[in-house]
T-cell receptor, first 108, second 115 residues
Framework: GQNIDQPTEMTATEGAIVQINCTYQ??????LFWYQQHAGEAPTFLSY????GLEEKGRFSSFLSRSKGYSYLLLKELQMKDSASYLC?????????FGSGTQLTVLP | NAGVMQNPRHLVRRRGQEARLRCSPM?????VYWYRQLPEEGLKFMVY????????ESGMPKERFSAEFPKEGPSILRIQQVVRGDSAAYFC?????????????FGNGTRLTVT
């Protein structure tokens, strides 16, 4: 089975940097995804990691350590529009299993 | 290239009625996934289908729920004899293949309210 843990809520200030952590326990591992979901909208794909290390994509970066079952999403130069829920998801052989999401609030 | 299309966006049903949720995947995508999301909770996997085949239905309740993805037409998630606990947002997602690095592309969801 899968077990994915993320903090429920985080708050940060506009222009700052925030790191959202995700730990997982899985019987099989074929990659980890991060999604962004604004209230009432569809989740949108942010990043994919399957090898250890950091993947950078503009203001967003994602890190993976397979041996530790750990990932984080790093958001730089926060903007008000970054207020959303951030979902960590792990792919096993077939399914993509989601964590409960971290609700990020960006304050002016 | 149109994204994943779900309809209706909102659906209200009385207890005991049937709910039919439709999903048209992105063009070129033959893999469809259904997820359920309760308020303030994450997405819970329900079923994974490829054209005309159910690949994994381990997240589907054993009774009242069924899903199909026919050769022609959209995927349908069907809930018979709905109860208040079925009220949730139901998201459909699609991917072009089963490659591990293929992200799922989500539709805007159908919000089911059972009165």
């Amino acid at each position: 089975g899968q077990n994915i843990d993320q903090p429920t809520e985080m708050t940060a200030t506009e222009g700052a940097i925030v790191q959202i952590n995700c730990t997982y326990q899985t019987s099989g591992f074929n990659g980890l995804f991060w999604y962004q979901q604004h209230a009432g909208e569809a989740p949108t794909f942010l990043s994919y990691n399957v090898l250890d290390g950091l993947e950078e994509k503009g203001r967003f970066s994602s890190f993976l350590s397979r041996s530790k079952g750990y990932s984080y999403l790093l958001l730089k130069e926060l903007q008000m529009k970054d207020s959303a829920s951030y979902l960590c998801a792990v792919r096993d052989r077939v399914q993509l299993t989601f964590g409960s999401g971290t609700q990020l609030t960006v304050l002016p | 290239n149109a994204g994943v299309m779900q309809n209706p966006r909102h659906l209200v049903r009385r207890r005991g009625q049937e709910a039919r949720l439709r999903c048209s995947p992105m063009k070129g995508h033959s893999h469809v996934y259904w997820y359920r999301q309760l308020p303030e909770e994450g997405l819970k996997f329900m079923v994974y289908l490829q054209k005309e085949n159910i690949i994994d239905e381990s997240g589907m309740p054993k009774e009242r729920f069924s899903a199909e993805f026919p050769k022609e037409g959209p995927s349908i998630l069907r809930i018979q004899q709905v109860v208040r606990g079925d009220s949730a947002a139901y998201f459909c997602a699609s991917s072009p293949d089963r490659a591990n690095n293929s992200p799922l592309h989500f539709g805007n969801g159908t919000r089911l309210t059972v009165t």
